[in-house]
């Protein structure tokens, strides 16, 4: 995600990092490239294209972006829900640490090691569910937070976040058993279990459910058909400068309509995704100084104004 300022308006022009034209631009050079030679055939064979009325490109042009607007507000939506999702997932496991330091009683050394593999499987999970929504392998960082006795049946699990809330929900179970905690505080410690159980359930629906394809079809050929009819009918009234206002007008369209291609998914690696790695060590840095641990490891900073 990009984090640095906004440039000043003579800079505006040349930032790259974080700009979808790098992801468009051999669209536009082919937009502005066939503008040029129906400017050129124009120029030296005048009247071989029809002058044409321009109010059927207006009109198609303001359905276009309607429909590109709509588009780009329902990815946006699944981008900021997933935010949400996020957010919530720090006020549960920030919450869990500090009721399980409230809660249990922490002279017993049983209930000392009983807390901290409970937060520890939280840490596990937020990685867990990290690598689950990107598609990587998550062993590198969990397994360090996880008992050796778990491992082989981790390692089997299809879904490593669900197996840890298990996991967590068991050690619940034996903290309510062994009266570790309360009833009421064993209560209050499952509903930020199943609150977390809901935060991987909604990131797995973003996940798992696009946008109907359909749709998309309709808009990407609807811009290509627009961007490409487009020269034959301004240049008639416009001329040399055609080549000009058609890249601009492609760099708009085509621009929205990668755009809301990479805000649809909001769990990758791009620079307009969501910051998943910053999100899950500033987690994991938070937990770990509520266990009262002295080696943190290095927070996430920005790398050239990006951060992931």
Known sequence: MIVRSKPNPFRLFFTLRGSIIQKIYKQILFVALLSAVVAAVQYYRPGFFPSYVTTPFALLGIALSLFLGFRNNASYDRWWEARQQWGQLVVDTRSLARQMNAFMDLESEVNLLTRRRFVLLVIAFVHA???????????????????????????????KPEFLLRLMGEKLGYCRREQLLSDFFAQSVDERLTSMTSVLAACERIQNTPLPFAYMLLVHRTTYLYCLMLPFGLVASLGAVTPLVCAVIAYAFFGLDALSEELEEPFGLSTNDLPLMAMSRAIEISLLRALEETELPPAITPQGGCLQ
């Open 129 to 159: 569910l990290r690598h689950k929504l990107r598609c990587t392998d998550a062993w590198d960082d969990i397994a360090g937070y996880v008992d050796a006795e778990h491992y082989a049946a981790l390692a089997e699990a299809d879904n």
